[in-house]
């Protein structure tokens, strides 16, 4: 398991200690009535900046925007720590900072870290994935043990910010890969993840697949079998013309300088030519293959869509682009590799010239001397004919070998196709509650959950899409118009991240979750009922559920009184009368 013990640093004048608690944890703030006109008061004292810092310390990698990086200056002594409880008397702590590596402690009780000696931890100077690695082993969840995955993985759903319950599956950066997530929250639902990981590794074999067929049947527009009887039509012509050239009756009484000519320089001059026509025929198909453009007008199929007044979804649009994007970035790839080819082609054909120049100027200074021009002229002519039937025969052979290179690929791809349809019914069957006990559970669960907390009756469910990989739905029952709503969606996306926490707080899983600004812009009745969700659940299953509060997100109640707030469940207290009001007691930054 993993439970958030305790946060703190080498400055505690400046970031007082943080000790979470089972249950309810709050995190409140108080805004005065000139901030919320201004509407800045979200983002001033830094109830969201304590989530950041959580996901920091457990091995977040961060880039130079994130707020210890982005004030370096400010925060460049600063020594921060999260101790982690992961057994009932074993402790783990992280500590961090703005820059360095990363240090890891285990102790059988609950420690103030900020003095040891050096000797103190265990693990020192480590990197972000040397820590991850040191962290997975330490925390040991049996949950993600058994699916192969890291304990970053899921704070997907430990770890909630304002912006990101509008996705309540999907939480990350939107255009994160399914297959990077999808098989993650499959395996929790009770979806097989190694079919899941396999029906995606296959999706982009098959894409190769097909892309290559596609490639090799452009460089010719015949088939094999036409392609099989033009060899024979030329192979024929070809023995007709090397008769012809066998039965030439030169009549001069030189032989052995015949045979030289014949055998010697004329052999040399015919693999020249038969070299030089091949790569003349290669320059020509790579010719044709870079006139080729991929046109893909987005903007069209945006347009035909406004035309006939419908909805073009912004996922289907971010495929459409994905679509365009990897196309376009093939042809780069693929034309790139044609202009280079095209250019040792192009200098192999100089040095091809430059030997049929001095070969024949050779034969014709030796033919003077043995034949009349007429009857040169006319060997000269069949030797011609030869030389490009050859190399006409060797380029046949050669579209001969693609496409059957094409047959193969098109063999793998049919039996990759059979093999992601078993996928794909694998898939689907699992999707069915009525075969998946674990998503049938935790779909209850999440029914009841959201029942409690806004009277209406919400599913769960998971289908197949057109391509076979699985869609994850939530729905209000007879209210479409409100689970499109924003305050009903974070309902939904806190209620369905509580589902999984409690259905698995008996195994190896999270502990806790961090909603940030789950309660605003929803109405008072479903405040208090998600409070009094939220408080209940934790108890009962032994959760540390954070939540941040603004004084105005307290709930009204009948009497017209504020909900009552147990100081006890407040972890940290944030208001903006003052520098000592904020997270971090020093002046805004």
Known sequence: MIKLSKLYCNKPDTFPDIKFHDGLNIVYAAISKNEKQKNTYSHSVGKTTLLEIVDYLLIKKINKDFFLRAHKNIFIE???????????????????????????????????????????????????????????SIFALGVLQRIEYDFRQGLRYCLRRQGDYSRTFKVKNITEKDSSWKPYLGALLGINHSTLIEKYALNERIDKLDSAIRQVEGLSNTSSQAIEAEIQIATTRLEELKSLTNNFDFNVADQKDIKYLVHNLDK?????????????????????????????????IRNLFDEISLHLPDQLMHTYDDLVEINEKLVKDRNTRLRKTKRTLEEKQKIISKELKALNADRGTLAQQLLDEDAFERYKSLQAKIS?????????????????????????????????????????????????????????????????????????????????????????????????????????????DLS????????????????????????????????????????????QLIVTIHDSDIPLLDDGNKMPIDEQKIIRKLHDQGDDGRLFKMKAF
């Open 78 to 136: 600063y020594e921060f720590y999260l101790e982690v409880q992961v057994g009932n008397n074993i402790f783990v702590t992280i500590k961090r900072q703005v820059e360095g590596k990363i240090f890891l402690a285990t102790h059988s009780e609950s420690l103030d870290c900020r003095n040891s000696s050096p000797d103190f931890w265990s693990e020192k100077n480590l990197g972000i994935d040397s820590a991850k690695r040191k962290l997975n």
């Open 268 to 300: 040399q001059i015919s693999n020249l030519n038969n070299e030089l026509y091949t790569s003349e025929h290669q320059i020509k198909s790579i010719n044709e293959s870079l006139k080729a453009q991929f046109k893909f007008d987005v903007d069209a």
């Open 388 to 496: 490009k039937e050859e190399a006409n025969i060797a380029v046949l052979h050669e579209k001969l070998e693609k496409l059957d290179a094409t047959s193969e690929l098109r063999n793998e791809l049919h039996a990759a196709s059979s093999q992601q349809q078993q996928l794909i019914d694998k898939i689907s069957s699992d999707s069915r509650q009525s075969h998946n006990g674990v998503l049938k559970e935790i779909g209850k669960t999440f029914s009841a959950f959201v029942k409690f907390a806004t009277d209406l009756d919400a599913f769960l469910y998971v289908d197949v899409n057109k391509e076979g990989n699985p869609e994850f739905h939530t729905k209000l029952h007879d209210h479409s118009s409100q689970d499109k709503g924003e305050s009903f969606r974070q309902i939904i996306s806190g209620c369905f």
């Open 500 to 543: 999984l926490l409690t259905y698995y707080s008996s195994q190896g899983f999270y502990r806790f979750a961090y909603h940030d600004g789950l309660l605003e812009s929803i109405a008072d009745p479903l405040k208090v009922k998600v409070l009094e969700l939220w408080n209940k659940e934790a108890i009962n299953h032994g959760l």
